[in-house]
């Protein structure tokens, strides 16, 4: 059974930084396409960045502040967060496709259960 799942989130000041975890079980996820998108209350879920075939995609929003990496020896996958600001608060969501990278969240067959990111101004 495959299964994501997320650590690291937490309660930051603006302008501080968190690594979330995603580490991945039930097969060899080192050929997939790893991702991470939010969902802010009310608002859709939203992509934030990807990992596939080497080479990394990010949000607008992001870039610059947000950094994705993967181990594929541990099957984990790594976003880290600089410079964060309040509109950055979210649930993150970890998530894996057999295909090469897009941003749209139905196209990602596997998600982790979310890690809450909470920033106060």
């Known amino acids: 059974q495959v299964q994501l799942v997320e650590s690291g989130g937490g309660l930051v000041q603006a302008g501080g930084s968190l690594r979330l975890s995603c580490a991945a079980s039930?097969?060899?996820?080192?050929?997939?396409?790893m991702a991470w998108f939010r969902q802010a209350p009310g608002k859709e879920r939203e992509f934030v960045a990807a990992r596939s075939g080497g080479r990394t995609y990010y949000a607008d929003s992001v870039k610059g502040r947000f950094t994705i990496s993967r181990d594929n020896a541990k099957d984990t996958v790594y976003l880290q967060i600089n410079s964060l600001k309040p509109e950055d608060t979210a649930v993150y969501y970890c998530a894996a496709s057999n295909n090469y990278y897009t941003s749209y969240p139905r196209n990602y067959d596997h998600w982790g259960q979310g890690t809450q990111v909470t920033v106060s101004s």
């Open positions: 039930g097969r060899t996820f080192s050929s997939y396409t």
